[in-house]
DNA sequence: ATCTTTTATTTCATTGATGAAATGTTTTCT
DNA sequence: AGAAAACATTTCATCAATGAAATAAAAGAT
């Protein structure tokens, strides 16, 4: 529960430190992936408090989310594990809990009938629409400040970012390229 | 373990789908925030990975590094809480277990006896110093592509971004401000 | 000198995530 | 038709994180 920007500010001291031991470490890399893990777990944690009052976690949240989003309001287990970066145990746990909270169903597919279809329900879709709009004032908030130009940058760079990491994760980790 | 890149891009169009049903929703701010969080778990994930091999987690590595970063080497159960974000009763048992792999040792606080002073081992040392260099391309790999400027302008928003989260974390939640 | 606060640990119960293996159904391949 | 692959669930065992409550030691306040 500290603040941020004290954490950041030791972090900063603390690679500034390192690197006076560590010469070769990538310094403004480094401050930068620390960054952003930083502010990622922050925001996670304080979606994560705003979306206990309504019993649900961010898995679950996410997985509303996607089915709310569809155009038809369903989707498959697998293309949930997929998107939410869940493994299909985990799916299946929380499909069951919404399930059991009415707002989601589960029916066999009908073109491919090993495939489980999940839809969200109407009470799945009025939940939705009653716990976002109170969110928008403090997503707003965050983004105090920026202007268009810096939102845009922003974006562009977490793109940016996150394509390098997709590179970095296919190619396995330090032993050699394969092939 | 899906592509990021496709992640965000379904991200994308579901919130294009949403926010034709919920007009007032701060789109391009949602975007960005869903962004943060894919990046950022993303990322935490494939240092996870990196950190198994040594039998550290997150928040042991984390805690490691904040005490070998440390001019002295060394902090208290306390301060490592409010870096790491633990609660007490995680720190104890991370601190446990790098005690018993000989990372850290404990003693007693020499001003203030109720604290406990943290230290990092010679072996700590060591642990850290051969693990951090394999990590530097990788490092590096993620902002291939960065300009400086590119480096600068991210590092400045995610600190504005850190900054807007602690006024956010200060002031409650939707209820009524304070005062 | 006593009362309160701070600091850390211990204990306990609970929860969420995780991964492997076995199972059952359905589709696809040949 | 029969073998193989895909999909989801179930079961099971485990681990990490979490939070509350009790305990203990030391420092600070009045």
């Known amino acids: 529960m500290a603040n941020l920007t004290k954490c950041i500010d030791m972090m900063d001291e603390g690679i500034g430190r390192v690197s006076t031991v560590i010469p070769q470490m990538p310094k ?7 960054l952003v893990l930083m502010v990622g777990s922050s925001l ?3 979606l994560e408090a705003r979306l206990k009052p309504h019993q649900l976690n961010h898995s679950d949240f996410l997985t509303l989310m996607i089915l709310y989003s569809r155009p038809d309001g369903h989707s498959t287990p697998g293309e949930l594990c997929e998107f939410t970066s869940q493994g299909a145990t985990n799916m299946t746990r929380i499909a069951n809990a919404l399930v059991k909270r009415g ?7 009908e073109a491919d009938r090993r ?3 999940i839809h969200i329900t109407a009470a799945g879709r009025r939940l939705v629409q009653k716990m ?15 202007s268009e130009a810096d939102k ?3 974006s562009r760079l977490l793109r940016k970012l996150a394509h390098n990491l997709d590179q970095l994760s296919e ?3 330090p032993p050699r390229t394969p092939r």
């Open 28 to 34: 403004a890399e480094a401050r930068l992936s620390r």
């Open 115 to 117: 495939c489980v279809l």
């Open 44 to 46: 996670e944690q304080e």
């Open 152 to 154: 845009r940058h922003l």
């Open 103 to 109: 707002l989601i169903t589960r029916r066999a597919g």
């Open 132 to 146: 976002l709009p109170p969110l928008f004032p403090s997503i707003s908030a965050m983004f105090a400040g920026f």
């Open 171 to 173: 190619a396995p980790h």
